[in-house]
């Protein structure tokens, strides 16, 4: 269902959420009492709200079956999450980080698909100190979860030219910009102690996002077209900027991208943005605020699994999306331009930043910061940036780049990295560096099967397949997440592992790996251990037919996805006859 201000004509009917919100007190709810409150979990209410604040109360998945059976409740856990426009952060507030990190959440952080950074495993006692110790270090998690909008992603690239500067300029202008205003979250998180939150004197209705913000998540990613990275059609709005030279053009629009569904319910899918408009540099934000509108006024507000910006766009029409900013701006909008084909960059290894200095991109499977065994990411990522000129910056790959290097301490910062244990780029595998997976088991409560923590067997697998068919060079991107909700944004790329029941998954197919086309699904409850073999036909197929410089997913999409699942049929049946 999509009606215009939901929020207000469905008050009846709309989701418990809803109400959650509408009676939050600006996103207050009780969070502050419960913080004091000798509880490990908060109400359900406040679950809720605390995820506007960056925090999601879930419980640990591994332990859950054996305490029930105990008789015990479950072990509730908390994630908390940092948000950071364009992955930008200094060197000294990712030490402070990292000092939170190995005082509350066993020395481990994770890098997300959106360039922010999470703490996992936290609990209730610890999460006001967490917290209050991330906005010391002048960074927040205010608005890095929740019905709002959400980091605004932007080319990790710390090239220093016209177009770089100017995009993450306007990544970091557009978060500052939509905030919610609302004082709720320095009353609980940022006074000196832990304290009750003082009288609201902020007004009534949020100036952008009204009494109850957004029906659901509102995404934003900023970038250049020779330089997909981001993935940017994937999100709710989508800005390629356009440039003549170092001068800016303006941008494009590209509205209503999101790669969330639900197995079985066929009015939950994903999609790619829609080009809508082209923008005047001046009218950047404004636009920007007309979408978000257009999301708050005509969302659906009653089914949460239908609630984001895409089904708007498929039942209005991207004439009407346009129309609608165009009534939000008060003036005509023309038509989107044309421009390069998007193309993703590989930004690991070293590179120059265009200002007599270096960054070097180190792939991180699955973003995991921690040290395990005898790989120390945690230890080197701390030591680089305490022993070498230099800051992080975080990719959407889940990746860190370390920019400001100066020439003479390169060899420094990679002497560090092998010190530790640590993989130089240029020495894994391109399936293994371009891999994406979601957390997954055992601290999301939507997963239905691994994701990260089966990953390496994953690679493992179909990386003897591709070395097997002489494709152990190629460049394909595997995604991987438990379950449908696309965190890891498995429906674009070259294959797509998506959760289906415990230990098997559907197997997507077909998209193109800079990430311009979905995927589609081939294959339904495929066991772990057969992924491998059913995609060999199909490797075997790709490395006899494929055309010059053809990716995986372009011959996948060209051959025919029906034609591809007969293949694997065929074969599987001559196995079976031997």
Avoid at 77 to 102: N, T
Avoid at 178 to 194: C, P, R, V
Avoid at 382 to 389: A, P, Q, Y
Wanted: net charge negative; proline share 5%; aromatic share 8%.
């Amino acid at each position: 269902m999509v009606a215009e201000n939901a929020g207000e004509s469905l008050a009846s009917k709309v989701s418990k959420v809803e109400g959650f919100k509408a009676a939050s007190r600006h996103l207050r709810g009780t969070i502050a009492e419960e913080l004091a409150a000798p509880t490990a979990a908060f109400p359900e209410s406040d679950h809720q709200l605390l995820k506007f604040h960056g925090i999601y109360q879930g419980y640990d998945r591994d332990s859950a079956t054996e305490l029930k059976q105990a008789g015990a409740d479950k072990r509730t856990e908390f994630m908390a999450r940092i948000k950071a426009p364009g992955g930008l952060m200094s060197a000294e507030q990712y030490l402070a980080v990292d000092a939170l990190a190995q005082k509350y959440s066993q020395g481990r952080l994770r890098i997300t698909t959106r360039q922010g950074l999470q703490f996992h495993g936290l609990a209730k006692q610890d999460l006001w100190a967490t917290i209050h110790g991330v906005n010391r270090a002048l960074l927040t998690t205010f608005g890095a979860c929740g019905d709002i909008a959400r980091n605004v992603t932007a080319t990790a690239a710390p090239i220093e030219d016209a177009v770089h500067r100017r995009i993450r300029a306007d990544a970091v202008m557009i978060t500052n910009a939509l905030f919610a205003k609302t004082k709720s979250y320095h009353e609980i998180w940022i006074g000196d102690e832990q304290i009750k939150p003082a009288p609201a004197d902020e007004p009534e209705v949020d100036p952008l996002y009204g009494t109850t913000y957004l029906p659901r998540k509102f995404k934003i990613g900023i970038t250049a077209p020779e330089d997909n990275s981001i993935e940017v059609l994937t999100n709710d709005l989508g800005i390629i900027a356009l440039f003549d030279g170092d001068e800016l053009q303006g941008y494009v629009f590209a509205v209503g991208g999101g790669l969330g569904m639900t197995h079985n319910k066929a009015h939950t899918y994903p999609r790619l943005g829609s080009y809508v408009a082209f923008i005047e540099p001046d009218d950047l934000l404004d636009a920007v605020k007309a979408v978000v509108k257009i999301h708050r006024d005509w969302g659906d507000r009653v089914d949460r699994k239908h609630a984001r910006l895409k089904y708007v766009v498929d039942a209005l029409g991207v004439p009407r999306i346009k129309a609608e900013m165009e009534r939000h701006l008060g003036k005509p909008l023309e038509d989107p331009r044309p421009f390069p084909a998007l193309k993703i960059k590989d930004h690991s290894g070293w590179h120059p930043q265009g200002d007599g200095q270096w960054y070097y991109g180190l792939p991180i499977l699955s973003g995991r910061i921690e040290d395990k065994g005898k790989v120390h990411v945690a230890t080197a990522l701390r030591r680089v940036l305490s022993e070498v000129k230099s800051r992080p910056v975080f990719t959407p790959a889940q990746d860190v780049i370390f920019a400001d290097v100066a020439e003479t301490d390169k060899a420094r910062l990679e002497a560090i990295l092998v010190e530790e244990g640590v993989t130089l780029p240029g020495f894994e595998t391109l399936l293994r560096r371009f891999a994406l997976a979601c957390p997954a088991l055992p601290s999301c409560g939507l997963a239905l099967t691994e994701a990260e923590r089966v990953l390496d067997d994953i690679l493992v697998d179909i990386e003897g397949v591709l070395k097997r068919h002489g494709l152990g060079d190629e460049r394909i991107a595997l995604r991987v997440t438990g379950c449908p909700n696309g965190c890891a944004r498995p429906s674009v790329g070259d294959i797509g592992l998506v959760g289906r029941i415990p230990g098997h998954y559907a197997i997507y197919l077909g998209g193109d790996f800079d990430t311009t086309r979905l995927n589609a699904r081939v294959f339904e409850r495929v066991p772990m251990a057969e992924i491998g073999r059913t995609l060999e036909p199909i490797f075997a197929l790709f490395a006899a037919e494929r055309t010059a410089g053809e990716g995986f997913g372009d011959f996948c999409q060209r051959w025919g996805l029906d034609r591809l699942a007969e293949t694997v049929e065929g074969a599987q049946t001559a196995d079976a006859a031997e």
